[in-house]
């Protein structure tokens, strides 16, 4: 399943680490990080940094 399909169409770094131990993935931030720039260089999502939410596009 899609993790970003799992999430709300705005949510925090925490709730993707929620749903990351939900299926069994490693919570490293790290790693954690790296999925969200991957997202965001595919324009799936935008950083707010002002309320430090994540938005899907």
Request: glycine share 4%; proline share 0%; with cysteine.
């Amino acid at each position: 399943m899609n993790m970003l399909m799992m999430l709300k169409s705005e949510f925090k770094i925490e709730d993707l680490i929620v749903v990351r131990k939900k299926l069994g993935k490693t919570c490293d931030l790290h790693i954690v990080k790296s999925q969200l720039f991957t997202w965001r260089s595919r324009n799936l999502i935008d950083f707010d940094d002002i309320n430090g939410l994540i938005r899907k596009i």
